[in-house]
């Protein structure tokens, strides 16, 4: 069975940090892309950073840019987001994803895993 889990989640002060990760088990991350995306209350999911499955090239939103630090590790078969200066507008359930092709849009993406909550607030 497929499957991506996400943990590290939690809350956090603003200006705080946090890892997240994004472990798969039934197949293997290297030939795969990997998206994070994350949803905020009455808001569409949206796109925060992908790493490509070929030459680890890597993208950010505008709004994380910077601040949010995407990686892989293949011998773990696991893809960390590191989170730093946490703000609260960045309070959302985070997803990983992983599909064929390097992109941020959801369509591009095949398996999701269950989400983990990020909370900034003082």
């Known amino acids: 069975q497929l499957q991506l889990v996400e943990s590290g989640g939690g809350l956090v002060q603003p200006g705080g940090s946090l890892r997240l990760s994004c472990a798969a088990s039934g197949f293997t991350l290297d030939y795969y892309a990997i998206g994070w995306f994350r949803q905020a209350p009455g808001k569409e999911r949206e796109g925060v950073s992908c790493?490509?499955?070929?030459?680890?090239?890597?993208y950010y939103a505008d709004s994380v840019k910077g601040r949010f630090t995407i990686s892989r590790d293949n011998a773990k078969n696991t893809v960390y987001l590191q989170m730093n200066s946490l703000k609260p507008e960045d309070t959302a359930v985070y997803y990983c994803?992983?599909?064929?092709?390097?992109?941020?849009?959801?369509?591009?993406?095949?398996?999701w895993g269950q989400g983990t909550q990020v909370t900034v607030s003082s």
């Open positions: 790493i490509s499955s070929s030459d680890g090239s890597t």
């Open positions: 994803a992983a599909g064929s092709l390097y992109g941020i849009r959801r369509e591009e993406y095949d398996y």
